[in-house]
């Protein structure tokens, strides 16, 4: 499995931002996206396991201008709503509020 872009080009969910493209020489890239590729896995995984199709939402790793992982969640508005409601219904059962 993949998180970024798994589902092929073109579904317009792996838009990239102008810091995506600009790298600073002698900081380790690498290590924060293999960090932030498990993590997006491992939420790809439970998007999928919760009925979402990784065409409507997905995470995706990337790294930050200093190396660190950053996993983003980028998905169309009605499938990030579903995302959204799932987390509400899992804060309520744990005793957590939402507004």
Same mark, same amino acid.
């Given at each position: 499995m993949t998180s970024t872009g798994g589902n092929g080009p073109g579904d317009g969910l792996? &838009?990239?931002?102008?810091?995506? =493209?600009l790298w600073v020489p002698g900081v380790d890239y690498v290590g924060g996206w293999r960090e932030a590729r498990?993590?997006?896995d491992r939420l790809n995984r439970a998007l999928l396991a919760a009925g979402l199709e990784l065409s409507e939402a997905r &995470?995706?790793?990337?790294?930050? =201008?200093?190396g660190r992982g950053v996993v983003r969640l980028t998905g169309w508005p009605d499938a990030v709503d579903r995302v959204a409601g799932l987390?509400?219904?899992a804060a309520q059962e744990q005793g957590g509020t939402t507004s």
């Open positions: 792996d &838009a990239l931002g102008l810091e995506s =493209v498990e993590s997006a &995470a995706v790793a990337d790294t930050a =201008v200093d987390l509400e219904l």
